[in-house]
Antibody, heavy 114, light 112 residues
Framework: EVKLQQSGDELVRPGASVKMSCKAS????????MHWVKQSPGQGLEWIGT????????SYNQKFKGKATLTADKSSNTAYMELSRLTSEDSAVYYC???????WGQGASVTVSS | DIVMTQGALPNPVPSGESASITCQSS???????????LNWYLQRPGQSPQLLIY???TRASGVSDRFSGSGSGTDFTLKISSVEAEDVGVYYC?????????FGGGTKLELK
């Protein structure tokens, strides 16, 4: 069974950074790209970026360049996303999804508050 | 960026009736390989999105045949035949042709 297990919810201070993870199982990690998607409260879906773990290549939505950094650890089958200089606008649920987006993580909520 | 525009549903939809959701892209999603790079997702309340359809008309694994996708290069339709309670949620289209991957704004389906 394909599974993407995301790290837990985070409460972070404005200006801080947060790094979340997405551990893949049930398939060969390097065979698929991994995408990250943002969903702000009560809003739709917004693509942040994609990493191809096999060759460590990334593509970012221009809107998230400088905000999000995508990495992948092939040894642990885990993708990571770090969000920097957090503001209230970054409070959202973040999802990872593989390949053609046929499998999604359960989502990780980030709340930015002092 | 490719802009994806979704239509609304005349909610609520009576149980057992069919429903059609439209999606329009600002650029043709037809690739030179003959595939049209349009996905449909359903996000049920409180859940992660679920892939329903990819390449405009191919059902994802395990998806009911009550769901069908059709369209041209820029105009697409997701049809749900005989709507059931489990179909309630928000439906999104997304283009997979170019970066950035863009989503439509979502179409909510409510059941009567």
């Amino acid at each position: 069974e394909v599974k993407l297990q995301q790290s837990g919810d985070e409460l972070v201070r404005p200006g801080a950074s947060v790094k979340m993870s997405c551990k893949a199982s049930g398939y060969t990690f390097t065979d698929y790209a991994m995408h990250w998607v943002k969903q702000s409260p009560g809003q739709g879906l917004e693509w942040i970026g994609t990493i191809i773990p096999l060759i460590d290549t990334t593509s970012y939505n221009q809107k998230f360049k400088g905000k999000a950094t995508l990495t992948a650890d092939k040894s642990s089958n885990t993708a990571y996303m770090e969000l920097s200089r957090l503001t209230s606008e970054d409070s959202a649920v973040y999802y990872c999804a593989r390949g053609v987006m046929d499998a999604w993580g359960q989502g990780a909520s980030v709340t930015v508050s002092s | 960026d490719i802009v994806m525009t979704q239509g609304a549903l005349p909610n609520p939809v009576p149980s057992g009736e069919s429903a059609s959701i439209t999606c329009q892209s600002s650029k043709s999603l037809l690739h030179s390989n003959g595939k049209t790079y349009l996905n449909w997702y359903l996000q049920r309340p409180g859940q992660s999105p679920q892939l329903l359809i990819y390449w405009m008309s191919t059902r994802a694994s395990g998806v009911s045949d009550r769901f069908s996708g059709s369209g041209s290069g820029t105009d697409f339709t997701l049809k749900i035949s005989s709507v059931e309670a489990e179909d309630v949620g928000v439906y999104y289209c997304q283009q997979f042709l170019e970066y950035p991957r863009t989503f439509g704004g979502g179409t909510k389906l409510e059941l009567k």
